[in-house]
């Protein structure tokens, strides 16, 4: 290899690592530097500032864990991750109950319909998330489309009042993160060989044991990206739970939001989004070296 390909190599492989160093571990290094100050009456509201190099000891030792130990102490905020992962978890096996056969339908569709069933799904998109939150306030209001639809057909009478409530909210996460789990589902389903499964049907399984023991499996792959994909953004949902929720649904993302903007407590709120943090490498490392696992497995296959 010429001197010049390697160093073109380098490049290439340096590009990924410095993104990464800009985009994450320096705005990590950042707001874990805020979470181990003190707030401050001050510009920026915190303390202690970096005065310079002569001063590094000094400004290292005023960093301390006060902020991280009230996390635990207080059980507001706690109980707050605790509701947040009950609730993220809830969204992602509802939309995997209702993704996996809507993405099961598509795959199994005539392939001319296919596309036009991608883009069904991700039609909401084209819509703004704001809007789209906004109108299921509309429709679960007590006044709204939903009560009055259930009243019309006589199955209610009275409004069921959940707007403001904890099913509210889960109704209307599950909604705006539905296609998050129907794509990379569909995606996995569509590349299977349907001759395996014609392969179960000669070996004598049934239609419910060949996709027990065949396409299940196989999806799982999709399964775990359509989690993820669901978990990781519905833990620190903001929006939803601000226009849905009531009282009693204290995510964290609102916290977070409390913390910053109204109480204007930057190292508290810089304490809670380092904890979420954390809360979410744990699965995501766990899911990396499950992949790594079984992408051995395969290639250590026949």
């Known amino acids: 290899m010429s001197r010049s390909a390697g160093a073109a190599r380098r490049v290439l492989v340096a590009i990924p690592y410095l993104w990464l160093g800009l985009f994450f571990l320096l705005p990590f290094a950042i707001v874990l530097r805020m979470a181990l100050s003190d707030a401050a009456t001050a510009l920026p509201p915190y303390a202690p500032h970096f005065e310079g190099p002569g001063q590094l000891g000094a400004f290292l030792a005023a960093l301390d864990l006060e902020n991280l130990q009230l996390l635990f102490a207080d059980a507001l905020y706690w109980q707050s991750y605790l509701t947040s992962l009950r609730i993220a978890a809830l969204t992602t096996l509802s939309a995997l109950m209702i993704g996996y056969p809507l993405a099961y339908a598509m795959a199994a569709a005539p392939r001319r319909w296919q596309g036009l069933l991608v883009l069904l799904v991700i039609?909401?998109?084209?819509?703004?998330?704001?809007?789209?939150?906004?109108?299921?306030?509309?429709?679960?209001?007590?006044?709204?489309?939903?009560?009055?639809?259930?009243?019309?057909?006589?199955?209610?009478?009275?409004?069921?009042?959940?707007?403001?409530?904890?099913?509210?909210?889960?109704?209307?996460?599950?909604?705006?993160?539905?296609?998050?789990?129907?794509?990379?589902?569909?995606?996995?389903?569509?590349?299977?060989?349907?001759?395996?499964?014609?392969?179960?049907?000669?070996?004598?399984?049934?239609?419910?044991?060949?996709?027990?023991?065949?396409?299940?499996?196989?999806?799982?792959?999709?399964?775990?990206?359509?989690?993820?994909?669901?978990?990781?953004?519905?833990?620190?949902?903001?929006?939803?739970?601000?226009?849905?929720?009531?009282?009693?649904?204290?995510?964290?993302?609102?916290?977070?939001?409390?913390?910053?903007?109204?109480?204007?407590?930057?190292?508290?709120?810089?304490?809670?989004?380092i904890v979420l943090l954390l809360v979410l490498v744990l699965p995501l490392a766990l899911l990396q070296r499950w992949q790594m696992a079984r992408a051995g497995r395969a290639g250590d296959g026949p």
Not at 181 to 206: I, N, R
Not at 212 to 221: A, H
């Open 123 to 273: 039609l909401p998109f084209w819509t703004s998330f704001l809007i789209r939150v906004y109108a299921w306030a509309g429709i679960l209001r007590p006044d709204g489309l939903l009560d009055a639809a259930l009243m019309g057909l006589g199955l209610t009478s009275e409004p069921l009042r959940l707007l403001n409530t904890e099913a509210a909210v889960l109704i209307g996460m599950v909604y705006s993160y539905l296609p998050f789990m129907v794509l990379p589902l569909y995606a996995t389903l569509q590349k299977l060989d349907p001759s395996l499964l014609e392969a179960a049907a000669d070996l004598g399984a049934t239609p419910a044991a060949a996709f027990r023991t065949v396409t299940l499996p196989l999806s799982l792959p999709g399964i775990l990206a359509g989690a993820a994909l669901v978990f990781i953004p519905a833990i620190g949902e903001f929006v939803i739970p601000d226009l849905l929720g009531g009282p009693e649904t204290g995510m964290i993302g609102k916290v977070l939001w409390t913390e910053f903007f109204s109480n204007r407590d930057w190292p508290l709120a810089s304490a809670v989004a």
